[in-house]
């Protein structure tokens, strides 16, 4: 199982990034997925969520109207895409596959920096 984000970088406030996470070693349609972030020293927050089969979408509302999760189940994809970056927005950013209560997958994280 591996779940490999990417994308991430260094932006300006006001811009935009899109994460990648891409997915192997079990049945990606079959598990939910969500993006959290963990900035330093705090915990790790939730970002986005959506369904299986991709028709339900939840976001924090920090990010509603900025932040957009999708995916790609024939690519075994998830993807968020983050605009009007803030610099509160600098954080780890995980994706998590997750089905029923026992299996659940983290990526290794890719850093986001929102700075001028």
């Known amino acids: 199982v591996q779940l490999v984000e990417s994308g991430g970088g260094l932006v300006q406030p006001g811009g935009s990034l899109m994460l990648s996470c891409a997915a192997s070693g079990f049945t990606f349609s079959n598990y939910v997925m969500r993006w959290y972030r963990q900035a330093p020293g705090r915990e790790r927050e939730f970002v986005a969520f959506?369904?299986?089969?991709?028709?339900?979408?939840t976001y924090a509302d920090s990010m509603k109207g900025r932040f957009t999760i999708s995916r790609d189940n024939a690519k075994n994809m998830v993807y968020l895409q983050m605009n009007s970056l803030k610099p509160e927005d600098t954080a780890v950013y995980y994706c998590?596959?997750?089905?029923?209560?026992?299996?659940?997958?983290w990526g290794q994280g890719t850093q986001v920096t929102v700075s001028s």
């Open positions: 959506i369904s299986s089969g991709g028709g339900g979408r």
């Open positions: 998590n596959a997750r089905s029923g209560s026992t299996r659940d997958y």
